[in-house]
């Protein structure tokens, strides 16, 4: 069904954080052994500041500073691209050679570089579907795929071979693949989400998160403030259209749609998430509603099923009417409890 090429697994390495960890732990070690090798290096920096001054010795203060500013950008950039070179290699060693079969009603994976990683997957006990898409991966055509099926949990301790059977069922796979991949893993599940009527929350969700982004500002100005009158501004003055933007963009990101037999639930501003169960899946159905909530007349829809958290988008649909919401409860109840389909 799918063979992953090696350009793939190099680009989702670089669109992918999953060499942060790595990096962190190697900063924390070089902080804690390696202390003279940074003194050493401000040094060096020190004394390529004063050749470039004409040999004019600077202050103390003034030498000490270009050397900070210097070595982080130096260390900032040695960072940044550790972390793409490390994803890069963690997705080649966990997924070289990726294939996905099917042998009757099993999904068969197999993956690895150093160690062969195999998994079956039997289709009947796929509850949840997601696609994900971060921004690097949306630029080059690609996209994810997690599952999670009867029997699986969000614990942290899976082996290998559970690992690769949800969190990461397809890690990379391209835009013109997803479909027809997708309805492969339902029989009665027909996928084109170009055409998907999506439910948009409540048109009062915009206006709530400005006005959330605007308090928030207000908080860290007054933070920049008691650290500095002078310039305590300006992280207020930066933050401001950068949180109110982030705002208005999060309430058009996140949709909601019910069709005859499954429920899709869209979200995301930079790491876009598209996830579909079905209603013979549901297991737990709730709507919350806090006293903001109630305040502005929402409701939160949330939807789970038995393997709740290895996909990593929860149905946990925010800023619905409270009205809307709980038609829907009453709708996804009926269905899911097995009796004809309700459309309201």
């Known amino acids: 069904m799918l063979e992953i090429p090696l350009a793939w697994l190099i680009k989702a390495g670089l669109a992918s954080n999953r060499g942060l960890v790595l990096v962190s732990i190697l900063l924390g070690l070089i902080s804690q052994f390696a202390n003279d090798k940074f003194d050493f ?75 062969k990683v195999s998994a079956s997957i039997p289709i009947q006990r796929i509850q949840f579907i997601s696609i994900h898409r971060s921004l690097l991966m949306r630029w080059w055509g690609l996209a994810a795929i997690r599952i999670e099926t009867a029997g699986g949990d969000s614990s942290q301790n899976e082996n290998s071979t559970e690992s690769i059977s949800k969190r990461w069922f397809i890690p990379v796979i391209a835009e013109d693949h997803v479909t027809s991949i997708i309805q492969s893993l339902r029989p009665d599940l027909i996928w084109d989400e170009t055409n998907l009527e999506f439910q948009t929350v409540s048109p009062r969700t915009t206006n709530r998160l400005v ?19 002078t310039w305590g501004w300006i992280a207020g003055v930066v933050l401001l259209p950068l949180l109110i933007t982030r705002a208005v963009k999060k309430g058009k990101s996140m949709q909601y749609a019910r069709r005859s037999n499954d429920v899709i639930y869209r979200s995301g501003i930079f790491n876009r998430k598209t996830s579909i169960t079905f209603f013979d899946k549901i297991q737990i159905l709730c709507v919350n509603q806090s006293p903001f909530d109630r305040r502005w007349g929402m409701a939160t829809l949330c939807v789970d099923t038995a393997a709740a958290g290895p996909a990593g988008h929860r149905m946990q649909i925010a800023y619905l009417d409270a009205q809307f919401a709980h038609n829907e409860f009453q709708a996804l109840r009926i269905n899911a409890a097995g009796r004809e389909p309700v459309f309201g």
């Open 41 to 115: 290096a401000f040094a060096k920096i020190g004394e390529l500041i004063k050749s470039s001054n004409g040999g004019q010795e600077l202050t103390d203060a003034a030498q000490s500073s270009w050397g900070v500013i210097g070595l982080s950008l130096v260390a900032i950039l040695v960072v940044l691209g550790l972390i793409r070179l490390l994803g890069v290699g963690w997705y080649i060693i966990r997924f070289h050679g990726y294939q996905l079969k099917r042998n009757g009603n099993d999904l068969l994976i197999s993956c690895g570089l150093w160690t």
């Open 211 to 229: 006005r959330l982004a605007i308090i928030q500002t207000v908080i860290i100005s007054f933070i920049g403030l008691a650290a500095s009158l």
